[in-house]
């Protein structure tokens, strides 16, 4: 079996003020103090965990998190683009606030994200394209490390595209994203290819 222990990074300040980060990668998208604590606090909960590989995307955000985890693991990590976070397009960097009051017709009215497809029509992905991107990788994985555990950091919407994936469920704004440093736990077994979602969103509480 191929295990993924999917982590999505600590706080950043974009969280905080309700910014559309997708695959920005500024000030505003860097760690805040809660952010860098919530991450140490990760690393030393996974601690007792055997890790083959740590892969993450290379946005600013998502090394910090990583950094944080490897000065608890003796691993050296990688880092692959087909990890980042989805493309926002036009709303990348925008007011997530004021994007919705313009088009609450685009926007789920309980949880607050954008519809499946919305993105896709403002200049950025759908949930099928990040599953495509993520599903090669994925693949890759699973042929050359048919074995191995790999911790993943990523982000919010692409683990949660990658979860539906495993789910073959179809796209859906009624499953939430991931907290900031919580674990996703997935397994795919190379022999059969069956897929399967361990666990969802499981976190350190961080006082």
Do not use: C
């Not at 140490?40 to 946005?59: D, K, M, R, T, V």
């Not at 919705?100 to 099928?128: H, I, M, N, W």
Request: glycine fraction near 6%.
């Amino acid at each position: 079996m191929t295990t993924f222990d999917w982590v999505r990074h600590g706080q950043t300040q974009a969280n905080v003020d309700q910014i559309m980060q997708g695959q920005l990668d500024t000030t505003a998208t860097h760690l805040t103090v809660r952010g860098l604590q919530q991450a140490e606090h990760l690393a030393q909960w996974l601690h007792g965990e055997h890790y083959n590989q740590l892969i993450s995307s290379p946005l600013h955000r998502t090394r910090q998190t990583t950094a944080a985890l490897t000065t608890m693991m003796a691993l050296t990590p990688s880092f692959d683009d087909r990890l980042m976070e989805a493309d926002y397009g036009d709303w990348t960097g925008k007011s997530l606030l004021a994007v919705s009051e313009q088009r609450p017709q685009d926007f789920d009215a309980v949880t607050g994200e954008a519809l499946p497809d919305v993105l896709a029509s403002v200049g950025g992905e759908s949930y099928l394209a990040i599953q495509h991107r993520v599903g090669q990788w994925l693949a890759e994985q699973v042929v050359d490390h048919p074995d191995d555990h790999i911790l993943v950091v990523s982000h919010g919407l692409t683990i949660k595209a990658t979860a539906l994936l495993m789910l073959a469920a179809p796209a859906t704004t009624a499953l939430p994203e991931p907290t900031n440093t919580s674990v996703t736990r997935m397994v795919i077994d190379p022999a059969t290819g069956h897929r399967y979602l361990k666990f969802y969103s499981v976190s350190p509480q961080l006082n």
